[in-house]
């Protein structure tokens, strides 16, 4: 595992420039090292563990009032997408070296960052490598992959809510993943079919989907039961698998309904990999 530094610091400006700010220089992140971006620079790796080291303290969607240090609201690192959002406006300020006001970013993880912006900001982990930029071998327990057309089933493994937004088209879901047949199968391997999905909300309503024949799930199954979607799942939500009178529980509770911005091959946001099918 790449250590990239144990301490957390915003990334956030001391000037009165609207973009991002802290009320006070907080104390600076150890420097990072042994970052390995030769197969490539994303979020998943290294650029994640790097804002996360140095901004996320303040730059966090669940932060609010004064434990975000006066950081702006609309302005955060703790997903893909509102990193990405950010990306450009803040890689100038690291690298003239105005953020973190406590300094501390090493030039190591300031290459990296400008790597990832020039490359287009990539979001999952380079090939066969994972958030800690750790080697792992991706799998295919099924031994069969999705080749059909655009279905329910097509492109099992894939983030379906962020490509029906990106494309916009296909249905608009609520939640959406894939039960997978190992942690580290990867996109288009066929999942399990027949697997119990019960989502109990924060309200305690639980709702039941199935995975189909190539392991995906979603709600609603269209898009004139969205906003009963919507009111159906109240997050933070909890999830349990359950197949052959076998079970298995998600640790912690989760307010993001793309299961597929965690569960990807290689894993992110503390995810192990995929979510996999009760043995």
């Given at each position: 595992m790449k250590n990239l530094g144990a301490l957390v610091v915003c990334v956030c400006s001391l000037t009165t420039l609207a973009f991002l700010g802290c009320g006070d220089k907080l104390d600076p992140a150890p420097a990072g090292g042994d970052i390995d971006t030769s197969n490539g620079s994303t979020y998943c790796y290294p650029v994640k563990q790097i804002l996360e080291n140095y901004c996320t303290r303040c730059h966090a969607s669940a932060l609010t009032g004064g434990s975000r240090n006066n950081a702006p609201t609309n302005v955060n690192f703790d997903t893909y997408e509102a990193a990405a959002a950010s990306a450009e406006r803040a890689n100038g300020r690291i690298q003239d070296g105005t953020?973190?006001?406590?300094?501390?970013?090493?030039?190591?993880?300031?290459?990296?960052?400008?790597?990832?912006?020039?490359e287009g900001l990539p979001e999952d982990c380079p090939a066969?490598?994972?958030?800690?930029?750790?080697?792992?071998?991706?799998?295919?327990?099924?031994?069969?992959?999705?080749?059909g057309e655009e279905?329910?089933?097509?492109?099992?493994?894939?983030?379906?809510?962020?490509?029906?937004?990106?494309?916009?088209?296909?249905?608009?879901?609520?939640?959406?993943?894939?039960?997978?047949?190992?942690?580290?199968?990867?996109?288009?391997?066929?999942?399990?079919?027949?697997?119990?999905?019960?989502?109990?909300?924060?309200?305690?309503?639980k709702t039941t989907l199935v995975s189909n024949s190539s392991?995906?799930?979603?709600?609603?199954?269209?898009?004139?039961?969205?906003l009963a979607a919507i009111a159906a799942i109240k997050t933070p939500?909890?999830?349990?698998?359950?197949?052959?009178?076998?079970?298995?529980?998600?640790?912690?509770a989760q307010?993001?309904?793309?299961?597929?911005?965690?569960?990807?091959?290689?894993?992110?946001?503390?995810?192990p990999g995929r979510i996999v099918a009760p043995e």
């Open positions: 953020m973190p006001p406590g300094g501390g970013v090493s030039q190591e993880e300031k290459d990296a960052f400008q790597q990832w912006v020039d066969g490598v994972d958030g800690d930029g750790d080697a792992v071998a991706l799998t295919c327990v099924s031994g069969r992959y999705y080749t279905s329910a089933t097509m492109r099992p493994g894939e983030n379906c809510i962020a490509c029906h937004a990106r494309e916009g088209e296909g249905p608009v879901f609520e939640l959406a993943g894939t039960v997978m047949g190992a942690f580290h199968d990867e996109d288009r391997c066929v999942g399990v079919s027949g697997v119990t999905v019960e989502i109990t909300g924060d309200d305690g309503n392991g995906n799930f979603f709600y609603p199954p269209d898009d004139d039961r969205r939500y909890t999830v349990a698998l359950k197949m052959g009178g076998k079970e298995r529980r998600m640790s912690t307010t993001n309904r793309n299961c597929m911005d965690c569960h990807t091959a290689l894993g992110t946001n503390d995810a």
